[in-house]
């Protein structure tokens, strides 16, 4: 029986505050757990887990880590019990070789970026997630090849989710909640959103060479937020749709969008 490809994600996830709450954003996440086909497993790549070097959960039973302070206790209560699956940290170890993949059986799990997103997707919890590491000490192409080698996990039934915001400027963050999105972070993400299907080789990406754009460093001061996208911009096969899930950018400098491939 052929399995079904899997689409692979980027979803901007925002704020923390999302897991307790019932937005449009929330709310369309729930609708692409409800209308996707349904995973064997998730890979999802956050950017909540930048680290030295390339490293993947290889526990059966991840914890769920809360990295953040200042919130509700009732956010710090929330638990995201999904199993984990040593088996697909391993095949993404063998994907990704010659890059030398830690599996990390201890340290982490399942981080915000992670799971904030799938407990609206999958409140069941009862699909085996990994998580991959984002290597920080790496360019941005080299990111963008890691998705060109995680792409045959969509084959498997294996489902690519990726976390993060295009735009995430927490510094000229306009806390009243209201505040109208600055031209830089406007522009950059339009510019995102115009390079999407763009096709050719990595090294001339637009969505590679995205400090290259004058919002660029605006937009991400630090590019945690925005690599995640390039894992799924490389797990694209170059003829399947892109849609966009969610899109607006909130409290100024924190992009909400979100990209579907397949």
């Keep these: 029986m052929t399995t079904q490809r899997m689409p692979?994600?980027?979803?901007?996830?925002?704020?923390?505050m999302n897991v307790l709450e019932d937005n449009v954003y929330t709310r369309a996440w729930h609708a692409l757990g409800e209308s996707l086909p349904r995973p064997k497993a998730i890979l999802a790549v956050s950017a909540h887990w930048f680290t030295r070097g390339t490293?993947?959960?290889?526990?059966?039973?991840?914890?769920t880590i809360h990295d953040f302070g200042g919130f509700p206790q009732a956010l710090f209560d929330k638990r995201y019990p999904a199993p984990g699956s040593p088996a697909l940290a391993k095949r993404v170890q063998e994907l990704l070789s010659?890059?030398?993949?830690?599996?990390?059986?201890?340290?982490?799990?399942?981080?915000h970026g992670t799971w904030g997103v799938l407990i609206k997707m999958y409140p069941d919890a009862d699909i085996p997630v990994i998580q991959l590491s984002i290597d920080g000490t790496q360019p941005p192409?080299?990111?963008?090849?890691?998705?060109?080698?995680?792409a045959a996990l969509r084959d498997e039934g294996v489902m690519?989710?990726?976390s993060g915001n295009v735009v995430h400027n927490l510094r000229m963050v306009k806390w009243d909640g209201n505040g109208e999105p600055y031209p830089w972070a406007i522009a950059f993400e339009k510019y995102v959103k115009d390079n999407l299907s763009w096709k050719g080789e990595a090294k001339d990406?637009?969505?590679?060479?995205?400090?290259?754009h004058e919002g660029g460093a605006l937009s991400n001061p630090s590019p945690d937020h925005y690599l995640p996208l390039l894992y799924v911009l490389g797990a694209w096969e170059?003829?399947?749709?892109?849609?966009?899930p969610t899109d607006g950018i909130v409290m100024g400098s924190l992009s909400m969008l979100s990209v579907q491939v397949g």
């Design 141 to 150: 192409e080299y990111h963008y090849e890691l998705g060109k080698k995680l």
């Design 205 to 212: 990406h637009p969505l590679v060479k995205f400090m290259e």
């Design 238 to 244: 170059g003829s399947e749709p892109i849609t966009l």
């Design 160 to 162: 690519i989710v990726a």
């Design 55 to 63: 490293a993947v959960t290889a526990m059966e039973n991840p914890r």
């Design 98 to 111: 010659p890059v030398n993949v830690m599996a990390d059986t201890s340290e982490w799990g399942f981080d």
């Design 8 to 16: 692979a994600l980027f979803l901007g996830h925002g704020s923390p």
